[in-house]
C-alpha cells in the first residue's frame, strides 16, 4: 500500500498526507489503479452534478475536475510532446525541444483539442456511465505500462522518467490492467469492442512514437495518457454509450 499511496502522490494532486519513500520500480504497476480511484471519484462527483445539470454542463465540470485532481500533470506532459513533435526537427531537437517549460502554438492546440474531445466524449455518454467513468481514468494509465514495456526512455543522461525505466516490466506487473479489463466484463458485449479500442489507440501511439523518435520520455508518457483518455471517452459515447 506504500507503493500505491506514492503513485497517487506521483500522478495526482490527491492529498494524502506527507510524502512517502519514493520506490520508481514499485508504484509503476499500481498507475491502473490510480486511474480507477480517480474513475470512482468522477463517478461520485457526476452523479452529485447530475442532479442539478445537465449533461453538457456535467462534463465541462468533470472534464475540470480531472484537471484538478491531476494537477494537470499530464496535460503539461500533452503539450510538451506536441511542441517537440509537430516541430519537424531532428530527433535530438524535438527532445530539446520537450524539455523547455515554455509552451508554444502546437502544445496549446493539442491541449484545447483533447480536452474539447473528453468534453464531447463525457457529455455523450448514457448507458453504463458510471462504469465508464471509472474504467476510462484506469485504461488511460494502462497505456503508460505499455507505452515503459515497449519503448526505450529517450533520456538515459537523465530525466524525471528515468528512475521509473531501471527494469524492465514483466506480465506480473501488469496486473492492474488485468483487473481493469476484468471491471470491464460489467459492460457486457460492450467490453469487447471496449478492451479492443483501447489496445489499438495504445498501439498506434506507440507506433506513432516508435517511428517518430523511437523512445519515450516523461512528457511522452503523459501525452499517450491523455489522447487515450479523450479517446475512449469519445468512442464510448457512440450510440449513447452502447
Known sequence: MKNFRSAI?????????KAGEFNAAGMVPWFPAVGLLLGGLLALFDSLVARWWGPPTAAVLEVV???VMTGAFHLDGLG???DGLFSHRPREKMLEIMKDSRIGAMGVVAICSVLAVKWAGLSGLRDHRLLLL??????ARCTILLAMRFLEYGRPGGG????FFGCQLGLRQFWGMAATMALSMGLGLPAAWLNLAFLLMAAAIIGYYRRRLGCVTGDMLGAVTEVTEAGLFLLASMGGGR
Open 134 to 139: 471509472i474504467l476510462v481514468p484506469a485504461y
Open 80 to 82: 510538451d510532446t506536441a
Open 160 to 163: 524525471m522518467g528515468l528512475p
Open 9 to 17: 502522490q506521483f500522478l495526482t494532486a490527491l492529498p494524502t498526507g
Open 65 to 67: 475536475l480531472l484537471v
